[in-house]
């Protein structure tokens, strides 16, 4: 099936960091924006970070600016997402989303909307 697939997530303690990867099995999305989102419990979805196809521009939720990275490969095949300094409130399941109806258009897009392809999520949970 052709989605996003992520890894990477896990337990660590506030303050630390982890490094969620979201790569696409069967199909590139290597000409499109993709960006990262997250829900936790009784939440609803939200935008943490997108990046443009060709890695030009990044766009990132005011929550977690200065402590994460959005970043993709040479190939642009893989989405990286660096996660440093991390709180309790960082706790969710992280979704990686692709966009595959617009190709090369330079946009790093923060609304769910603008993505037709989802992952199954990872779990992030930081202890205080």
């Known amino acids: 099936q052709v989605q996003p697939v992520e890894s990477g997530g896990g337990l660590v303690q506030a303050g630390g960091s982890l490094r969620l990867s979201c790569v696409t099995s069967?199909?590139?999305?290597?000409?499109?924006?993709m960006g990262w989102f997250r829900q936790a419990p009784g939440k609803e979805r939200e935008f943490v970070a997108a990046?443009?196809?060709?890695?030009?521009?990044?766009e990132y939720a005011d929550s977690v600016k200065g402590r994460f990275i959005i970043s993709r490969d040479r190939n642009a095949v893989t989405v990286y997402l660096q996660m440093n300094s991390l709180k309790p409130e960082d706790t969710a399941v992280y979704y990686c989303a692709a966009d595959s109806r617009r190709k090369y258009t330079g946009s790093a897009y923060i609304s769910p909307v603008e993505y037709d392809y989802w992952g199954q999520g990872t779990q992030v949970t930081v202890s205080s």
């Open positions: 990046i443009s196809w060709s890695g030009a521009n990044t």
């Open positions: 069967g199909r590139t999305f290597s000409a499109s924006a």
